[in-house]
């Protein structure tokens, strides 16, 4: 954290600090990453930002964001050991639309359940992460939601809650910086309060370092979805609305011309848009695509296969942005149609229970489903992506009887879902901290 100085000139070493901190403020925001701390300075990276592509047990990727300093090292040791690993250099990947560059390490062999300092070279602030558990003997505990960042502040006041939860890593299903892959002077000003003079890709990682981290600097992972606001059109098959983009073609190349940002600013998914992320043998995540960068039909035989091959995982769970069972848009709109078509059947054949979904900006949760109909052993589907944005009235876009949904209402929410053993418990908690709902009632 940046340190103030007293105005009073009442001694040499208040001049002096005075005049530091005048000479700090003539540097543009954006080059702070050096900061004065306790006499001394220090880097802390501009941007810092946490998540897996492998098993989270045993792995850490590890992205930092420079602005022309020679910071592409990173050492890391066991917390509380004396010996830090000889320096990783990292692999530099582009920051669209900007002169930040992402700097990412992937490191692996790690044991679980254990805590790894971090850090960035010499004269470097140290931060720390947690690997996940080897298995659920001690309960998980994940913040879920979609939707993140109308406004910094909001999605920051809902991270702040889920922060008292002392949560392992945050679960999001789509529309993080609301930037829709177009250069800054393009992205639209949702925040009328806070004028953006910057990418709004840069208030979305400001909100993460802000409140992800602990007071004692352990940084809480964050794994994704894509969502329409991450892609230029908003889905493939809108090629009408990118009229100076390529027509859709399902090859790499495309996704990473009409998503930019959300296929270099994060590691997983990765392309082509859908993977699936296995926690030891106990929890697997189901990162899926809808009709974003892939048609919804093209991840059916994968799905099929994938939760085939994980018949014995006890927490199979999907998530994905636009709701099958939405609360707000139409039910028989089209992408929510065909997620009902084609993915609720292989879900409901792969042993799946439990699903989150987002877009409609409310909370909701629905019956157990199964084949369309309340059934005991049905389906839970929970969302529908308010974290930080603007919410809206239930089922204010529908015209007919809603006979789907349990709970539901237009608040900023986070959902926070606790595994443990066999055992799955949610609590729905606002921005506010109050607690929506919970499911079951008692965990």
């Known amino acids: 954290m940046e340190h103030s100085f007293s105005r009073s000139f009442q001694s040499p070493s208040l001049v002096s600090a005075a005049l530091l901190l005048i000479v700090v403020s003539l540097v543009p925001s954006e080059l702070k990453a050096q900061q004065f701390h306790g006499g001394k300075d220090y880097f802390d990276p501009i941007g810092l930002f946490l998540t897996w592509q492998q098993d989270p047990t045993t792995t850490m990727t590890i992205d930092w964001h420079i602005i022309n300093e020679d910071r592409n090292i990173l050492e890391f040791r066991e917390r509380g050991t004396g010996t830090w690993s000889d320096p990783i250099t990292a692999r530099m990947i582009e920051f669209p639309f900007s002169d930040r560059t992402i700097q990412r390490v992937e490191l692996t062999g790690l044991q679980p359940g254990t805590d790894y300092e971090f850090k960035f070279g010499e004269s470097s602030k140290v931060y720390y992460f947690r690997t ?35 949560i392992d890593f945050v679960f999001i299903q789509g529309d993080l910086a609301y930037a829709d892959g177009l250069s800054p002077e393009k992205q639209r000003q949702r925040d009328t309060q806070t004028p953006r003079a910057h990418n709004q890709w840069y208030s979305f990682f400001n909100a993460y370092k802000n409140t992800l981290i602990t007071d004692d600097y352990r940084v809480v992972p964050m794994v994704v979805t894509i969502g329409n606001h991450e892609i230029r059109g908003g889905y493939y098959f809108r090629d009408d609305r990118r009229p100076d983009d390529p027509a859709y073609s399902d090859t790499d190349e495309w996704k990473k011309e009409v998503a930019p940002y959300f296929f270099r600013l994060f590691a997983m998914p990765g392309l082509p848009g859908y993977n699936v992320l296995d926690f030891g043998d106990y929890l697997s995540l189901l990162l899926l695509d809808t009709d974003h960068a892939n048609p919804v039909e093209n991840q059916v035989a994968w799905i099929r296969q994938t939760l085939a091959e994980r018949s014995q995982v006890p927490h199979l769970i999907p998530g994905y942005h636009v709701p099958a069972y939405p609360s707000v848009r139409n039910y028989n709109d089209e992408v929510q149609k065909r997620v009902r078509e084609l993915w609720v059947p292989e879900f409901e054949k792969g042993g799946v229970q439990l699903v989150f979904e987002a877009h409609d900006h409310a909370y909701k949760r629905t019956f157990p489903i199964r084949e369309n109909e309340v059934r005991s052993n049905g389906i839970v589907y929970v969302g529908d992506g308010a974290w930080g944005t603007e919410t809206r009235e239930i089922a204010s876009r529908q015209d007919y009887e809603n006979w789907y949904i349990v709970k539901a209402a237009s608040e900023r929410h986070f959902i926070l879902l606790t595994l443990h053993g066999t055992q799955r418990h949610m609590k729905m908690i606002s921005s506010t901290g109050k607690v929506l709902d919970e499911y079951p009632e008692t965990p």
């Open 132 to 166: 996940m558990p080897s298995d659920l003997s001690q309960p998980l505990r994940i913040a879920v939601g979609g939707d993140t960042m109308h406004r910094q502040k909001w999605m920051e006041k809902t991270a702040r809650q889920a922060m008292k939860y002392d």
